[in-house]
C-alpha cells in the first residue's frame, strides 16, 4: 500500500470509529471500512492517475463508485476487526461527545475538515460561484457562506436586518422569499475587498447530512413545484433526467421525475453538466470550498436552533435578532424515510455516497 493510500484508509477509519454510537452503527461503520479498504486497493491507483487534485482546478470524487466486494479478502474478518476497534475505542467518547455545546462541536469539526482536506489533498481554487455564495457585512466584518436547503432562507433573513435592508423592529417571517433571495450581496460584487475580508473576517457556514439535503431539494424542486421560483426545475431539469434514464414515457414537462432517476443523475462521476451543478444539490466542498477558506464556525442543521443561536450571540446581534427564525417553508427530509430510500439500489446509494465523499467524511456524517 502506497504511504498516501495508507494515509487515506486510517484516516477513515478513525472517523469511522467516532461516528459508532451502538452496535447499529458500528456495524454500519465496519461495511463503510470495507469500503474504504477497496478505495486503496482498487481504486486508488487507477484514481492517482486519473485525478491529479492537486494540479488541477477542480476537486472530483473517484470516477468508478465505491463498491464492497473485495476479491481474496475475508469480509467477516474484516468487519469484525473494524467492529471490536469501534467498540473499544470509539463508542465511549462519541457519547461524550453527544453532549458537547456548539463551541466544543465546533472545534471538533474544525479539526475533521482539516484533517479531510489534507488527506484527500483537496486544492479548489476560490471561484466566483463560491464568492457568489457569501454574504458579507462590512460594517461588523462578517461572512456567512450560505448552502440551499440548509436553512440559508432563514440566515438571508436575518443578515437583511443586519445589513439594514429592512427596519429594525421588521418581523423578518414576513420578508418575502424574492427579496431574500435578490437583495442580500455577495463577495462576487467585492473583487477589491476579497483577499483582506476572507483573511480578517469572521466566517461561517451551516452544513446538512448530504442525504438530508438533496432529499429536501428534491422535494422541493422537484416532487412539488416552487413557485416562487423564476426557474422552472419541472421543465428544465427534470425533463431531462427523464429524458436521460426513461426509454418511454418521459414527461416533455418534467412532471413525476423519481427520487431514483434524480440520485442517478446528480451521482454520475465527473465534472458534471449546468442541471447536475445547480446549486441546491451541489457538495459543500464545491458550494463554499472549506478547504481554501478557513470558516471560524461550521454549524449543523441537525443541531440548528442551537448553532444558530450560538452564532448570532458570537455575532453580537442580538440586539437586532432575538432568536434564530424558522423557515416558512420547511421540507422534512430524513434518509430513513423507506418512501424515499427505498427506491435506491446499492449501487445508487454506493454512486451517491462516492460523489459526496468529502463532506460525509469533513462533516462526520455517517453513510446509512
Keep these: 500500500m502506497i504511504p498516501q493510500t495508507r494515509r487515506v484508509f486510517y484516516f477513515c477509519q478513525r472517523m469511522c470509529i467516532s461516528w459508532s454510537r451502538s452496535w447499529r452503527q458500528a456495524t454500519v461503520c465496519a461495511s463503510l471500512?470495507?469500503?474504504?479498504?477497496?478505495?486503496?486497493?482498487?481504486?486508488?491507483?487507477?484514481?492517482?492517475?486519473?485525478v491529479e487534485i492537486a494540479g488541477r482546478t477542480h476537486w472530483h470524487p473517484p470516477s468508478e463508485p465505491l463498491q464492497r466486494e473485495v476479491k481474496g479478502q475475508s469480509t467477516r474478518d474484516l468487519e469484525q476487526s473494524i467492529l471490536a476497534k469501534a467498540l473499544k475505542e470509539g463508542v465511549a467518547e462519541d457519547e461524550q461527545a453527544g453532549s458537547l455545546g456548539p463551541k466544543e462541536r465546533n472545534e471538533n469539526l474544525q479539526r475533521r475538515i482539516q484533517e479531510t482536506c489534507k488527506t484527500l489533498?483537496?486544492?479548489?481554487?476560490?471561484?466566483?460561484?463560491?464568492?457568489?455564495?457569501?454574504?458579507?457585512?462590512?460594517k461588523r466584518k462578517l461572512i456567512y457562506c450560505y448552502v440551499p436547503k440548509v436553512a440559508c432562507t432563514s440566515w438571508k433573513r436575518v443578515?437583511?436586518?443586519?445589513?439594514?435592508?429592512?427596519?429594525?423592529?421588521?418581523?423578518?417571517?414576513?420578508?418575502?422569499?424574492?427579496a431574500v433571495h435578490t437583495s442580500v450581496p455577495n463577495m462576487a460584487s467585492q473583487k477589491g475587498m476579497v483577499d483582506e475580508a476572507?483573511?480578517?473576517?469572521?466566517?461561517?457556514?451551516?452544513?446538512?447530512?448530504?442525504?438530508?439535503?438533496?432529499?429536501?431539494?428534491f422535494k422541493d424542486k422537484l416532487e412539488s413545484a416552487d413557485k416562487s421560483s423564476a426557474y422552472n426545475f419541472h421543465k428544465e431539469i427534470g425533463a431531462k433526467i427523464q429524458q436521460k434514464y426513461r426509454s418511454a414515457?418521459?414527461?416533455?414537462?418534467?412532471?413525476?421525475?423519481?427520487?431514483?432517476?434524480?440520485i442517478r443523475f446528480i451521482s454520475e462521476p465527473g465534472h458534471g453538466t449546468f442541471e447536475q451543478r445547480n446549486e441546491h444539490w451541489l457538495s459543500v466542498h464545491e458550494l463554499c470550498n472549506p478547504c481554501a477558506v478557513k470558516y471560524d464556525f461550521v454549524g449543523k442543521y441537525e443541531s440548528l436552533k442551537e448553532d444558530a443561536n450560538y452564532v448570532l450571540d458570537w455575532l453580537g446581534v442580538?440586539?437586532?435578532?432575538?432568536?434564530f427564525p424558522a423557515s416558512d417553508r420547511p421540507f422534512y427530509a430524513r434518509r430513513y424515510d423507506p418512501k424515499y430510500f427505498n427506491q435506491l439500489s446499492h449501487s445508487d446509494k454506493m454512486a451517491f455516497f462516492t460523489k459526496y465523499l468529502a463532506d460525509f467524511v469533513a462533516f462526520g456524517y455517517d453513510f446509512v
Design 121 to 138: 489533498n483537496i486544492t479548489l481554487p476560490i471561484t466566483q460561484n463560491v464568492l457568489s455564495h457569501m454574504h458579507f457585512d462590512h
Design 198 to 217: 476572507l483573511a480578517t473576517y469572521k466566517k461561517f457556514l451551516f452544513v446538512r447530512h448530504p442525504f438530508d439535503r438533496v432529499l429536501s431539494a
Design 249 to 262: 414515457g418521459a414527461s416533455p414537462e418534467g412532471d413525476n421525475t423519481t427520487f431514483s432517476e434524480f
Design 159 to 178: 443578515w437583511m436586518k443586519m445589513i439594514g435592508k429592512v427596519s429594525p423592529d421588521k418581523d423578518l417571517s414576513t420578508i418575502g422569499r424574492y
Design 33 to 50: 471500512g470495507l469500503v474504504l479498504f477497496v478505495v486503496v486497493h482498487l481504486i486508488a491507483p487507477r484514481w492517482q492517475d486519473e
Design 318 to 323: 442580538t440586539d437586532l435578532v432575538k432568536s
